[in-house]
Each structure stands twice: as structure tokens, then as C-alpha cells.
């Protein structure tokens, strides 16, 4: 037995019929359709489900925390004040202690133009009252002033008129709200 040794043959590139290439290339465009088509899909749901998150949101009022105020709270300092420009000075009584007993404390706050330069000029039956605590005062950065006082013990009873004249820039206003002074009311 002989041995026999030669090259090795490989064979030739093996033709593949044409019923086996149109397969593949079926096969490969179907691929890229399925790839295709669920790319898009995929696309319009994202998109879909994006529209509708923003149109619930829209529809679903946002809660806000609850402030709970405390008595200790600081001021809030405003640097810069909003200044008006050129308009009237109106003077609108926001609270008063009314009625007060003779004896006890009185107070008013109103609300003006931001630093506008306000007076109170209070009187008992014609009578001023000149208390320490009734002097000219500056409206905050929002236009809030207040005066505290104790009501003199003598004080008539009655209702009494109180002037308040508020100036910014040349601009004045007049508010002119009423104190009453009564003895409490008693239980019984």
C-alpha cells in the first residue's frame, strides 16, 4: 500500500442556487423590516406616552406645603424697596383696637406707599393726646406702619376721631379712622 501524498485539494466555492440566494435575501430584508417596524413603534408609544404625562400633569393641581406661622418669626429684609412712581398717597386702615377701655392699649396699623413719612393725631373731646408713642414714623418696604399707645385712665367715653396723613415725594393722603372708648361689657 502505497502512501500517497500531494497537495490537498479544497474544493471550489460552492454555488449556491438561486432559490437558496432569493431566500437569504428575503430573510434579510424581513429582518430589517421587523427592526424597522418596531423601531417606529416603539418611537410613537415614547411619544404617546410623553404627550399624555404632560397632559396629566397639567390636569392634577400641584399641593402646596402648608406654612405654619410661629411667633418667633424674623422679619424679611427687602434690599431693594419697590419705590412708587409719582402716584397719590392713599392712607387704608388695615386694624384697631376698638372698642378700648380707658387704661389700656390702643393700637392702629394702616397701610400707605411704601417710605411714605406718616403723623397720627389722636383726640379725646377736642382734647390731644401727646403719648410718647404718636410720633411721625416711616412706612416699611411694603407700606405698613403701626402705633401702640396706652389710653389715658381719664379719657371720655365715646367714639373719636383719629387723623393719619401719610407724605411721599409731594404726594400726601388722610386716613381718618374712629377709636371708641367703652368699658368692657360684663358677664352677667
Same mark, same amino acid.
Request: hydrophobic share 40%; charged share 20%; net charge positive.
Given at each position: 500500500?502505497?502512501?500517497?501524498?500531494?497537495?490537498?485539494?479544497? @474544493?471550489?466555492?460552492?454555488?449556491?442556487?438561486?432559490?437558496?440566494? $432569493?431566500?437569504?435575501?428575503?430573510?434579510? $430584508?424581513?429582518?430589517?423590516?421587523?427592526?424597522?417596524?418596531?423601531?417606529?413603534?416603539?418611537?410613537?408609544?415614547?411619544?404617546?406616552?410623553?404627550?399624555?404625562?404632560?397632559?396629566?400633569?397639567?390636569?392634577?393641581?400641584?399641593?402646596?406645603? #402648608?406654612?405654619?406661622?410661629?411667633?418667633? %418669626?424674623?422679619?424679611?429684609?427687602?434690599?431693594?424697596?419697590?419705590? @412708587?412712581?409719582?402716584?397719590?398717597?392713599?392712607?387704608?386702615?388695615?386694624?384697631? +383696637?376698638?372698642?378700648?377701655?380707658?387704661? %389700656? %392699649?390702643?393700637?392702629?396699623?394702616? $397701610?400707605?406707599?411704601?417710605?411714605?413719612?406718616?403723623?397720627? #393725631?389722636?383726640?379725646?373731646?377736642?382734647?390731644?393726646? +401727646?403719648?410718647?408713642?404718636?410720633?411721625?414714623? $416711616?412706612?416699611? %418696604?411694603?407700606?405698613?406702619?403701626?402705633?401702640?399707645?396706652?389710653?389715658?385712665?381719664? #379719657?371720655?367715653?365715646?367714639?373719636? @376721631?383719629?387723623?393719619?396723613?401719610?407724605?411721599?415725594?409731594?404726594?400726601?393722603?388722610?386716613?381718618? @379712622?374712629?377709636?371708641?372708648? #367703652?368699658?368692657?361689657?360684663?358677664?352677667?
Amino acid at each position: 500500500m502505497a502512501l500517497h501524498v500531494g497537495k490537498r485539494r479544497f @474544493p471550489l466555492k460552492r454555488r449556491r442556487s438561486v432559490g437558496h440566494i $432569493h431566500y437569504a435575501k428575503e430573510r434579510r $430584508h424581513s429582518v430589517i423590516s421587523v427592526a424597522l417596524i418596531s423601531t417606529i413603534i416603539l418611537l410613537v408609544l415614547v411619544t404617546g406616552a410623553g404627550f399624555v404625562y404632560a397632559w396629566y400633569s397639567g390636569q392634577v393641581p400641584v399641593k402646596q406645603p #402648608a406654612v405654619v406661622a410661629t411667633k418667633e %418669626e424674623t422679619p424679611t429684609v427687602v434690599k431693594n424697596p419697590i419705590k @412708587p412712581k409719582r402716584v397719590t398717597v392713599g392712607v387704608a386702615t388695615q386694624y384697631i +383696637t376698638s372698642p378700648v377701655a380707658p387704661g %389700656e %392699649e390702643a393700637s392702629v396699623s394702616i $397701610h400707605t406707599s411704601p417710605l411714605a413719612t406718616c403723623s397720627i #393725631a389722636v383726640e379725646y373731646d377736642e382734647v390731644p393726646v +401727646t403719648d410718647q408713642n404718636l410720633k411721625p414714623q $416711616h412706612a416699611d %418696604e411694603y407700606g405698613v406702619v403701626v402705633w401702640d399707645w396706652i389710653v389715658d385712665a381719664n #379719657a371720655p367715653l365715646g367714639e373719636w @376721631p383719629i387723623e393719619v396723613t401719610c407724605a411721599y415725594q409731594k404726594e400726601s393722603g388722610v386716613g381718618a @379712622p374712629i377709636l371708641e372708648i #367703652a368699658y368692657p361689657k360684663q358677664a352677667g
